[in-house]
């Protein structure tokens, strides 16, 4: 009876935290609902970790000779150890660097599934039982260290820290991680299989986890940074997959729901980030593409792009009836997202209709432009997406395109030869006239050279996105 008693509140309690998350997700489906979706799916995973600590005190594997009291002191020392740095960062981290916050967190994430699984392995209890425990502990293992070894080299390139280097014959190498990996994924699932090698449990398990994380590091190590947000989505579904695993395993039905939540929700994600791209999902993976960008900018001619200053600019779109902004990562990093709404609403007060015009994979995570629109104040009923405002582009006076390139190159339309050809692009070059917001002459983040740079009817406007939008209010003041 009392322990009927102990277990509803907890099932309960777990029943709640699942639908807070579930709601919270659905919320976070639309920029007007997100920010009170994000609360509410903190709330439940608070509730589910809360009841955690109160009705199971000794779920810690720690051996504390004093008993549970001291294992539980040690779980909320964890807590407040990874709670703090991670509060201090998620207010501190600025836009440009969420994309790497974000990978980084997914692949501690993935690092956590791993934990479980080698605890539960090293000590024994996933072998107790059915076949099935360890074929989940391992496979949980397999996709939560590997999915850590990669998330931390999709950080090193989003921080700046890593470049994508040429490895020769890197298929190779991975295929011989990969057959490593199963081959010890099957192993350690029944470590009696291979008592022929005179290896104990802890050394299997510990190769194995060692093989996994290498592989991650290694496939991930060759792929273009313009490939980042299709990579953190896949590991981010993997990651979910394996909290679920993991899940199963420590009979936490919380975990279960979540991780099954999250990595079906990463594997829709990964494959709208692919179909985005115009890319099967192995190409994004094994293809080189950050290698063939470079080898065709590299071998392209020198041409020359039409400059236009600031104040002619200005005016240019002063005098329009219509402007589609497409907002670029140039935008995020020169942190102007505020500047350029304040001169949205100057273009309104002098009756131009402007509207805003986002990429699915224009910056450096999935919703990365959204966000960065939204934290200015732009109202969600200007942000347009690629399927609902490209035919409009054709009627647009101006096309101010401030620090995109691939999303916008009609070399995805336009030649075969391109790496991003057949990728879905907003339709900037059919505007009357495009202005584009550049730094300097260089190709974008993938390598390659954006054609519509060198348009007739483009002109380019060079400078930070911060100086030049500035000097554009102060000369529509003047207009």
Sequence with gaps: ??????????????????LLLILGLKRMSSPRTARNGIVWAGVGMLIAVAVTLVYLPGISNLVVPDGSAQRLLLILFAVVVGAVPAWWTGRRVPLTEMPQMVAIYNGLGGGAAGAIAAVEMYSGRAYNGSLAFPIIAVIGALFGATAFGGSVVAFLKLQSWMGSPRIPGRHFINGILSLAALALT????????????????????????????????????PIGGADMPVVISTYNACIGLAVGFEGFVVQNPAMIIAGTIVG???SLLTVLMARAMNRSFLNVWFSGFGDVAAAAAAGGETRTMNAMEVRDAAATMAYSENVIIVPGYGLAVAQAQHKLWELVQMLQAKGVKVKFAVHPVAGRMPGHMSVLLAEAGVPYDLIYDLEEIN???ANADVALVIGANDVVNPAARNDKSSPIYGM????????????????????GFSGIENELFFGPNTHMVFGDAQGVITQMIQALKEV
């Design 264 to 266: 079906a929700a990463g």
């Design 186 to 221: 099957l192993a350690s699932i029944h470590p009696d299989w291979v008592s022929g090698l005179n290896l104990s449990v802890d050394a299997l398990v510990s190769i194995f986890l060692g093989v996994s994380l290498i592989l991650g590091f290694f496939v991930t190590l």
């Design 391 to 393: 035919s409009d582009f």
């Design 424 to 443: 879905p692009i907003l339709n900037a070059d059919q505007a009357k006239q495009v202005l584009v917001i550049k730094r300097g002459k260089g190709a």
């Design 1 to 18: 009876m009392s322990h009927i008693l102990t277990a509803f509140p907890l099932q309960a309690s777990y029943f709640i935290a699942t």
